[in-house]
């Protein structure tokens, strides 16, 4: 079977990624006990999409966005995504992880990128290790292009109160939906369990007190998640 190699971004913050998609991947790898190598971009993706995560395939290719990805290493290796879940759990599941990945991400990315309390954090953190010049210069030109991809997608036309009430109350919904059990899933973690620890842990793990972290916070049942999550498949995290 051909060999995992993913191209993703450099850990930081104690995160093996601060990408909540590049994380998701390689949690849901570990699921699976999927080996696989990381490959830290040092230029711009080169995927299709110009996103990160991507593959690196044998045939010298390359296949971006971690849904399909995911769907595609399932099939490739008889993986049952559906996790042996009745249609309507599975609704749930796919409802769920739509709500992370297009709704609370952005709320996110906002938090961390245009908030001007957190910037230097974020600049430090992604592009702390390039000469200062170059930092400089690149991490102004990434923020532009983040600027108007959130204009795009709409949500920093809003408030920052209003903003962070978006994302607080996607993370309130996904308490809910966790409830008591283990995994959103159910007894086993499944992609929308690998979604969730993305963002959640990339939530957590920011080095500031955000609005969207003291959320998650106040949410007993994700942050053990989180922490079972980590102690059963990123326990060389620490
Ligand atoms: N739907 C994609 C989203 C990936 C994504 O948004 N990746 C971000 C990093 S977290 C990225 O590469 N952003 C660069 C850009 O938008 O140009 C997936 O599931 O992989």
Known sequence: MESIRIAGMRPVWGLPSPSPFCLKLETWLRFEGIPY?????????????????????????????????????????GIDLGYG???EEQARAHAVLRMIEESLYFAAVWERWMDAKFWPTTRE?????LPAGLSKLIAGMIRKKVRTALHGQGISRHEPARIAAFGGADVKVLSS?????????????????ASAYGTLANL???PESTPLKAVVEA???????????????WREEG
């Open 37 to 77: 190598s990381q490959v830290i971009l040092n230029k711009p993706p080169q995927s299709k999409t110009g996103k990160v995560p991507y593959l690196l395939r044998a045939d010298g290719s390359t296949l971006a966005d971690s849904n399909v990805i995911i769907e595609t290493l399932a099939k490739e290796r």
């Open 204 to 206: 957590l793990g920011f």
């Open 125 to 129: 953190g992604y592009f702390g290790h």
């Open 219 to 233: 949410h007993p049942n994700l942050v053990e998640f989180c922490r079972r999550i980590k102690s059963g498949y």
């Open 85 to 87: 879940c009745t249609p």
């Open 177 to 193: 939906a966790l409830g008591n059990r283990s995994f959103f899933s159910g007894e086993r973690p499944g992609v929308v369990d």
